[in-house]
């Protein structure tokens, strides 16, 4: 890890085309991840992004200011960190950096409207994802999944079921670990049932050596559209040699109607008297 962002770092954050995440830590002591595209470099010792709408990472970011970040490439270069927000701002040269481009300078619906300031904690080189380990663990992931599986609570829905199932879809994981919260790809994850999710420890399974069952985690996945569903819950342990986390809470992250779809919220009363 590094503490300066290298020139090849900053050329890949400015690339408008990629998947970039952030991990946060949410109000009951858990993490959250969301899809944040305009994540930049600034400078060699800051982290921008730009918000166009409303999350649940907002809220939770300036409670607990440290967070994790991860970006990717469609060439599947990559790299990830963590930092620790500072302020926002309303006006200035980032400001107008983020609404002078095309994807929102040009839109009639919504530009940003706030830019957010993260100090660089630490930040990896960049890197290539290990296609072929990948390609295996995911393999491995299918095979371990069916002695795995769980399906009493009926979490995932068929959309979610389809995001994990994909080989080419990107999921990641993220959890706190002894160097606070960090994200790690698992793309050969798979769902298990409709109540657990299932991954081969191969790539990355030093990130997961030291996961003790009950240690809450996160996982995203994404589809080549962009489409989207974060699972919260907890890390169960190996099973059939996969590693199992036990879905507690599913979280549509796609705009306009963001927020938990899983457990459903009761039904209020019928009102029957007036």
Not at 33 to 46: A, C, H, I, K, Y
């Amino acid at each position: 890890m590094n503490n300066t962002i290298s020139p090849a770092a900053r050329e890949l954050l400015a690339l408008t085309s990629k998947l970039a995440l952030l991990g946060t830590i949410d109000d009951e002591g858990k993490p959250h991840l969301t899809f944040l595209s305009s994540l930049e470099g600034l400078g060699e010792d800051r982290v921008m992004f730009g918000q166009f709408c409303v999350g649940l990472s907002k809220e939770f970011l300036p409670k607990r200011p440290d967070c994790a970040f991860l970006a990717l490439t469609a060439d599947m270069k990559w790299l990830r960190g963590r930092a620790r927000f500072t302020h926002t701002a309303k006006t200035g040269p980032e400001f107008d950096m983020y609404n002078n481009k095309p994807l929102f300078r040009y839109n009639a619906y919504f530009g940003v409207n706030t830019v957010w300031y993260l100090d660089l904690l630490e930040i990896t080189e960049v890197e290539k994802l290990p296609v072929l380990q990948i390609g295996l663990g995911a393999l491995l992931s299918r095979a371990a999944a069916p002695f795995a599986a769980k399906s009493e609570k009926n979490a995932l829905n068929l959309f979610g079921r389809a995001l994990f199932a994909g080989i080419d879809s990107p999921k990641f994981l993220c959890c706190t670990g002894e160097n606070g919260l960090s994200i790690t790809p698992i793309v050969q994850a798979t769902h298990a049932g409709t109540d657990r999710i299932a991954f081969a420890g191969s790539p990355f399974g030093e990130d997961l050596a030291g996961l003790a069952p009950g240690t809450p985690v996160s996982v995203m996945a994404l589809n080549l559209d962009m489409q989207s569903v974060l699972v919260k819950g907890s890390y169960f342990g190996k099973k059939a040699g996969a590693h199992v986390i036990d879905i507690e809470r599913i979280y549509n992250s796609m705009p306009p109607a963001s927020g938990y779809i899983y457990p459903k919220a009761a039904k209020p009363e019928a009102i029957t008297e007036f």
